[in-house]
Every structure is written in C-alpha cells, then in structure tokens.
C-alpha cells in the first residue's frame, strides 16, 4: 500500500499539470463564466416562476430550494471539473487499446485512472454554486452551526463519493461495449432532476434518485444540513450506502480489468 503522503501528492500533481495546460488557453475562462451565468439566470427563472403560483414546493421554502440549487450547481460543477474528465479518458484509453500505459504504472490503477484529467474551468460552477448557497443560507435567516456545517461537509463527501462510484459503475460496461460516450448525456439528463428534492418526486422515482443514481445524497441531504433539516439517522445511512458502493465497485472495476484485451489483441 502507498504511503498517505503519496496518495495526497498524486492528485495534486495531476492537478497542477492539467492547470499548467488549460492555462495556454484562457479563452475558455469566458466562455465558462457566461455559460455559468446563463445556466444560472435560467434555473433562477425557472425558480421565480414556481414560486408565483405557490408559497412552497411540498414542505420546501423559497430559500431552501435557493440551497438545494445552490448545491446543485456547486457538485455538478465538482463532477464536471475531476470525476466526468477521468471516466471519459478511460473510455477513450479502452476503446484505443491506450489502457496498458496507465496500467504499467507502479500505482493503483483505479486510482490513477481516477484522477489523470481535471478541468479547472468547470471549478467557475464550484464557485457560483457556492455563492448561490451562501445567498440562501442568508436569506434563510437561520444561523448554520458547527453541527450543521459539520454535517454539510460530511453530506458533500459522501455524496461526490457516491457520484464517483455510479460514474466508475457506468464506466466499467466500456469492457464489453466499447461505445460507451452516451452515458454523458444520460447522466447530465438525469442529473437536471437533482434541481429539485428529492422528496417531491412519487414513491419509485425517489427511490431511483435515491440509491440507483444518488441524487438524494449528493444534493439533497447537503442542503438539508444547512437548513437545519436534516436527520443524523440520514447521514449514517448516507455513509453507510457511500461504503458499500466503494466496495462493490471497486470489486467490479478489477472484475473488469479482467476483460481487457489491451494494444496488442
């Protein structure tokens, strides 16, 4: 097993060669922020206009929905800039038969295949989502104690956690089909949902966005910690599930690697 300090380092570093690279072209940088801002005037609309023909969406106030979006816009950001990026290249390196440079590596192949590609523009929702929280929070007029800021930062991890084990779950099908590039549009569809709480979905639907693609714990529950909504007895399950799905795809992954037939077939 790697040394702590080297399992820190290596992200980092990847993470300072794909800045050094993403920085040659900082028109990119614009381009982001308006679309940043215009998918943000668009979800604030959409918002407005709900909120014309009601007081409150199934228990949840204007400023609690502002926190769900908030967060919302703040992970897809995070699943854009660092998880998105490394499952895509690990398409790509299967497809090409390219696999096998990564996988002579002396690291952790899961690992290194996990954290090769970051997009730091896509860090620009990260940080608009933050401030849309932060208005809510505000707006909300409730303190956030160290509980639930606890309890925030808890929620985030563990849910990113979960995305990245669904993203690395879908991934893995790159092993037996190798046209796997329409499980971007799949997911950013299907992700649309997490806008909302989960809770006003019906029954089966909360259910699927709860543990099949795990919108609740990655949107909903952090939003919750900060509205002072959230039940403890939720966040052990979250960290129970989150647990779960490291093991259970992490053993599909190497299952996997199995049925690589590399460069050379």
Known sequence: MRPAPRLLSLPWLFF?????NELQYRVNFFMQLIQSVLALFTALAVLALVFSHTEELAGWSPPELLAVMGVHIAVG?????AIQPNMLRLIEDVREG??????????DAQLLLSIREFRIWQSIDVLV???VLATA??????????GGAL???AAVVLGAVMIYCFWLALTSGVFWIVRMEFIVELFD?????????VTIYPGLLRVAFTFLVPLAFAVTVPAEALTGRLAWDTLLAAATFAAFLVVAT????????RHYSGASA
Not at 137 to 146: K, T
């Open 16 to 20: 300072r060669i794909n800045a050094l």
């Open 77 to 81: 950001g995070l699943i854009r800039m």
């Open 98 to 107: 390219t696999l096998d440079y990564a996988l002579t590596k002396p690291e």
């Open 129 to 131: 989502g933050a401030l």
């Open 137 to 146: 929070v505000r707006w909300h007029g409730e303190a956030v104690g160290i």
């Open 151 to 153: 309890g925030f930062a």
């Open 189 to 197: 569809g299907v992700y649309q949902a997490g806008r909302w709480p």
């Open 250 to 257: 992490r053993a599909l992954f190497r299952f996997a690697l």
